[in-house]
T-cell receptor, first 112, second 115 residues
Framework: GENVEQHPSTLSVQEGDSAVIKCTYS??????FPWYKQELGKRPQLIID?????GEKKDQRIAVTLNKTAKHFSLHITETQPEDSAVYFC???????????FGQGTELSVKP | ETGVTQTPRHLVMGMTNKKSLKCEQH?????MYWYKQSAKKPLELMFV???????ENNSVPSRFSPECPNSSHLFLHLHTLQPEDSALYLC??????????????FGEGSWLTVV
C-alpha cells in the first residue's frame, strides 16, 4: 500500500541554524504534499504545502522542495527559533482513494 | 481556532463502557475524518466520510463505530475497547475528499485512556 517515510525522527539544532526534514513516498500518483506542525498538546496545523506541478515553494523562513522523479520532498526551516520546536509531519495525498498518508513525524528541538 | 471542535477533550473509560466522541465543523466542508494518533506512530486514518457517506474504513476494528448524521457532525462510538486503544483521536475536515489540494483541518483531539 501507499507509504510515506520521514527522516530524521528527532532533530536538534541551535537557534539560528537551519533544519531539514526529508520524506519519501511510494505512490507515484501522489500529487499534493502538505506539511503539518504539531506543538505539544495541540492539533496538527498546516504550515506549507506543495503540488506536483511545482518544484519549490517558499513562505518566509520555511520552504518545501519536491523531486517527483525520486519521489521525495523536503521541508527547510531557516533561522530557526525556539518557537519552531514541535513535531512536524509530512503527508502525501494519493488520487487512488484520496487518502492523506502521513509520515512518522520529526520532533524538532531548537535550543536557544 | 480552525472551526473544528471536538468533545470531550479527555475521556477515561473502562473496557466494558460505551462512550462516544463528538466532532463538529463550522467550515462548510463536506468531508470529515477520524485519525488515531498513538505515541511514536504516524497519524493513522480510520474513517472518511464524504457528503455523509462513508468512503473509507481503514480496517478499523468493529469496536469503533462511526456515525455521520450530516456534513457538519461526526461521531465515533466506542464500546468494549482495549488498553491499546488509548490514544489521541483527531477529527478533521476538508472541502471534499479524494481530490488534490484539499487542505485538511484538524480539531484539538480527544485524549482517550482505556483502563
Amino acid at each position: 500500500g501507499e507509504n510515506v517515510e520521514q527522516h530524521p525522527s528527532t532533530l536538534s539544532v541551535q537557534e539560528g541554524d537551519s533544519a531539514v526534514i526529508k520524506c519519501t513516498y511510494s505512490d507515484s500518483a501522489s500529487n499534493y504534499f502538505p506539511w503539518y506542525k504539531q506543538e505539544l498538546g495541540k492539533r496538527p496545523q498546516l504550515i506549507i504545502d506543495i503540488r506536483s506541478n511545482v518544484g519549490e515553494k517558499k513562505d518566509q523562513r520555511i520552504a518545501v522542495t519536491l523531486n517527483k522523479t525520486a519521489k521525495h520532498f523536503s521541508l527547510h526551516i531557516t533561522e530557526t527559533q525556539p518557537e519552531d520546536s514541535a513535531v512536524y509531519f509530512c503527508a502525501a495525498l494519493s488520487n487512488q482513494g484520496g487518502k492523506l498518508i502521513f509520515g512518522q513525524g520529526t520532533e524538532l528541538s531548537v535550543k536557544p | 481556532e480552525t472551526g473544528v471542535t471536538q468533545t470531550p477533550r479527555h475521556l477515561v473509560m473502562g473496557m466494558t463502557n460505551k462512550k462516544s466522541l463528538k466532532c463538529e465543523q463550522h467550515l462548510g466542508h463536506n468531508a470529515m475524518y477520524w485519525y488515531k494518533q498513538s505515541a511514536k506512530k504516524p497519524l493513522e486514518l480510520m474513517f472518511v466520510y464524504n457528503f455523509k457517506e462513508q468512503t473509507e474504513n481503514n480496517s478499523v476494528p468493529s469496536r469503533f463505530s462511526p456515525e455521520c448524521p450530516n456534513s457538519s457532525h461526526l461521531f465515533l462510538h466506542l464500546h468494549t475497547l482495549q488498553p491499546e486503544d488509548s490514544a489521541l483521536y483527531l477529527c478533521a475536515s476538508s472541502p471534499t475528499s479524494g481530490f488534490s489540494g484539499n487542505t485538511i483541518y484538524f480539531g484539538e483531539g480527544s485524549w482517550l485512556t482505556v483502563v
